[in-house]
T-cell receptor
Framework: QKEVEQNSGPLSVPEGAIASLNCTYS??????FFWYRQYSGKSPELIMS????GDKEDGRFTAQLNKASQYVSLLIRDSQPSDSATYLC?????????????FGKGTKLSVIP | DGGITQSPKYLFRKEGQNVTLSCEQN?????MYWYRQDPGQGLRLIYY???????QKGDIAEGYSVSREKKESFPLTVTSAQKNPTAFYLC????????????????FGPGTRLTVL
């Protein structure tokens, strides 16, 4: 059973604070992990991809992957009101020669001015 | 200007009607995907295609059909057999399916919102 679990939120943080979003997955052999941001009524846009254990930084965003714990997180530093959105965690599951992306239900983030 | 386009943005369907959602990409991507999103839910995979003239069912293919006659195009038909079609439909593409490396990043079109009247 392919599962990606996220806290639905809402997660509220004050402007300028660090927002921490978490995701767990069920398949130990997963190799590709993604974070997407989705504004209300819009399509998902890619924020980060991560493939190796450890941290990956891109501007104010840091993705963290721990394959042993089957855990991936996204940190947003210096949170801005424009970061208010739903954040989707996605994991590639492989099987029978195909590679499918499975999404969590998303965590809604609200950054309070 | 490269990207993925979907049309129409909004679509209304009467009971018993088939409707087709368009998805076009000019990114030269081999793989294309269709997802459905319901309020408060994650994305669920309907169909995907890894190459022209080939496609596979996803997790919720019943009541839907697709074709992949051209690399750029992957239309989705919502048939009358789909009993609860009201949802936000998202098309995505990736360089390939990632089998050959880290080329499985999916990029999304703007979506089509389908409502059954």
């Amino acid at each position: 059973q392919k599962e990606v679990e996220q806290n639905s939120g809402p997660l509220s943080v004050p402007e300028g604070a660090i927002a921490s979003l978490n995701c767990t997955y069920s398949d130990r052999v997963s190799q590709s992990f993604f974070w997407y941001r989705q504004y209300s009524g819009k399509s998902p846009e890619l924020i980060m991809s991560i493939y190796s254990n450890g941290d990956k930084e891109d501007g104010r965003f840091t993705a963290q992957l721990n394959k042993a714990s089957q855990y991936v997180s996204l940190l947003i530093r210096d949170s801005q009101p424009s970061d208010s959105a739903t954040y989707l965690c996605a994991v590639v599951y492989s099987g029978a020669g195909s590679y499918q992306l499975t999404f969590g239900k998303g965590t809604k983030l609200s950054v309070i001015p | 200007d490269g990207g993925i386009t979907q049309s129409p943005k909004y679509l209304f369907r009467k009971e018993g009607q088939n409707v087709t959602l368009s998805c076009e990409q000019n990114l030269n991507h081999d793989a294309m995907y269709w997802y459905r999103q319901d309020p408060g839910q994650g994305l669920r995979l309907i169909y995907y295609s890894q190459i022209v003239n080939d496609f596979q069912k996803g997790d919720i293919a019943e009541g839907y059909s697709v074709s992949r006659e051209k690399k750029e195009s992957f239309p989705l038909t919502v048939t009358s057999a789909q009993k609860n079609p009201t949802a936000f439909y998202l098309c995505a593409s990736s360089i390939d399916n990632g089998a050959s490396g880290n080329t499985d990043t999916q990029y999304f079109g703007p979506g089509t919102r389908l409502t059954v009247l």
